[in-house]
Each structure stands twice: as C-alpha cells, then as structure tokens.
C-alpha cells in the first residue's frame, strides 16, 4: 500500500475519531447508527457490530470498519450500512455477546440476524472489505 493511500485512510479514520468526540463531547451517544453509507434505498443491506464502551478490541475493529466504508471503487460498501450497538444497553444482548465482543452480524432480508465469522484484528481494511462483500453476496 502506498504512502498516498495510507494517509488517505489514516485522515478517513481519524475524521471519523472526530465525529464520536464530538458527538460525546455534546452529551450526544456513541453507540448508534454510523452514517458510513450514503445510500439508504430498498436495497441497503444492514451490518451489526456488537460493541461496549472501553473494549480495545470493539474500538480497532471499529476503526477498520470505517476505513473500509470509506474506501471507494467498485468493491465499495456504499449498499451497507453499519449500526454499532451497545450490549451494556439490553440484557439480551449482554448475556449472548459478553464474552465474545466484538460480534458482526449481518441482517437478512427476512430481518433476522446471521452471526459472521469473526475477524482477525490482524486484517488489512481491504481483505476486511472483501470479506463483507463476500457476506452480503
């Protein structure tokens, strides 16, 4: 990857940083829908992260899933949105995710929720990306 294409990254994640501070500074939540993609017609597909506040793990994949909206081209996550949520918020979700955040999970078509396979902390954005192209095909 190229200096010019690592910077461009680095400025989409921390642009990004940016907007969660600022957010909380105002008193505003975190935790919620991530405005990564600019479509919302019938044909956006939803992605789900379980997350909790002051998990190392949650936060770098988070970081990595902004990159990877925010890369564009053909392969680009623009049909998929990202909806961050916080287990510490609803029992249900911190019995089932507490001790396996953080946790994507795609929605069906149906609504329901598809568990994904995990993903390692060691992956560059553009494999990420590619592994959730290849979720929602």
Same mark, same amino acid.
């Given at each position: 990857?190229?200096?010019? !294409?690592? =910077?461009?990254?680095? %400025? /989409?994640?921390?642009? @990004?940083?940016?907007?969660?501070? /600022?957010? %909380?500074?105002?008193?505003? !939540? ?5 405005? &990564? ?6 044909? *956006? !597909?939803?992605?789900?992260? +379980?997350?909790?506040?002051? #998990? #190392?793990? #949650? ?8 990159? @990877?909206?925010? &890369? ?8 998929? *949105? ?5 287990? *510490? ?5 911190? =019995?089932? +995710?507490? +001790?396996?955040?953080?946790?994507? /999970? ?9 568990? &994904?396979? !995990? ?12 592994? &959730?192209? %290849? %979720?929602?095909?």
């Amino acid at each position: 990857m190229g200096k010019r !294409r690592r =910077r461009k990254m680095a %400025a /989409a994640i921390s642009s @990004a940083n940016w907007a969660f501070v /600022a957010a %909380a500074r105002r008193g505003g !939540r975190q935790w919620g829908t991530i405005p &990564l993609s600019c479509s919302s017609g019938p044909n *956006t !597909r939803k992605l789900v992260l +379980y997350s909790k506040p002051g #998990c #190392c793990l #949650c936060d770098c994949l988070k970081e990595k899933l902004q990159a @990877a909206f925010s &890369l564009s081209g053909p392969d680009s996550l623009h049909h998929v *949105t990202l909806q961050v949520r916080d287990i *510490t918020t609803n029992p249900d979700w911190e =019995r089932a +995710y507490q +001790y396996e955040i953080p946790v994507l /999970a795609k929605e069906n078509s149906d609504g329901k929720e598809e568990i &994904l396979p !995990r993903l390692s902390p060691r992956l560059s954005v553009e494999i990420i990306q590619k592994k &959730l192209l %290849a %979720a929602f095909s």
